[in-house]
């Protein structure tokens, strides 16, 4: 199993990645082996370069290829030197790389809103080491796009002076997303949607999903891959989304288009709960520990503690803002799928349905209105996320959207 077995639909990036990896393991090579040899190589002619930009849709598998290139940089497979390629996935550099306990494997991803300025000088400072391992020292930034201005400014000076066999990999949906002081520093690489059936197929591969299931879920979300596996593995996903297409046929009236909303609102917080449930209670139990705060104490805190759980408590309500905030996100990407196909049936189009599962829906939508008021539905869903981007009460964006669904 290669590091890139789990990049779906991906052959052109992962041809180049594996490329730029056979490059930086002779770099590497030539680095160690030469007496003499100096602190730093030349990259210009390399297809190895210190700062990469992955960038794609959601579900594209950006994060993915970022680790998996990781992985091909640490790769020590002997079959190396022997001219094969580097990103074997069974030798310990990238076993480790891969399950996130290499040494010099720094992967950061953020559960809040935005990245800050402290976090980013964190990364900066580890980017100064030298590799522990003699081989790369590799920061894959998994949110790049939720960086503060100030963190990336920060992030700027690391990257255009970086240490000597230290690799940036950034990634974001779109160039857009990234300050242009650092995508022009960096080498792109687009990623796209992988097919419908790409998806199924990985999920039956390696998620172990029954082959049905996996189609339905890859045709659902359109090629997302991690939506897909998912709703694959997940039925409280299938019920919300369940519940989701529903709306279109409950905003008749006033009443049903603000009962909706609040449903709609509702849901989010569950899951926002759900997360606190499972991850802040085990999160504030290992910080007591470390803190001291011993058996047989009531649980009592060492005097100068107080301040690491109000950090603590802080972070974890950030956290259940971007899980409540995500959550309806996701829920207002299903609905702009399912007016996408109400337009396709108005349209007469040959686009393959994504919700064939509520396909009478669909035709009962289609069928009570034009293709004007479908698209004016879409613009009022987007005109909902772009308020949410905004900051503007959950609750009015939603009912907002939801009446403009009725009278679209």
Known sequence: MAVWDDLVGQDRVAAQLTAAARDADALVTAVSGAAGAPAEEPMASSKMTHAWLFTGPPGSGRATAARAFAAALQCVSPDRALGGVPGCGFCDGCHTALVGTHADVEVVRTDMLTIGVKETRDLVRRAQLSPAGGRWQVIVLEDADRLTEGAGNVLLKAVEEPAPRTVWLLCAP?????????????????????????????????????????????????????????????????????????????????????????????AAAEDAKQVAEEVDAKETEELRAALGAAAGTGGRLPRGTAGAMKDLQDRQKRRATRTQRDSLDLALTELTGFYRDVLALQLGSQVALANTDVRDALERIASGSKPERTLRRIEAITACRQALDSNVAPLLAVEAMTMALRAG
């Open 174 to 266: 779109s160039l857009e997303d990234v300050l242009p002081t650092i995508r022009s520093r960096c080498r792109l690489l687009t990623l796209r949607t992988p097919s419908v059936d790409a998806v199924a197929d990985i999920l039956v591969r390696r998620d172990g999903v029954d082959p049905e299931l996996a189609a339905s879920a890859a045709r659902a979300t359109q090629g997302h891959i991690g939506r897909a596996r998912r709703l694959a593995t997940d039925e409280r996903a299938r019920a919300r989304r369940a519940a989701v297409l529903k709306l279109p046929l409950r905003v008749d009236d006033v009443g049903g288009c603000l009962k909706a909303a609040q449903e709609l609102i509702d």
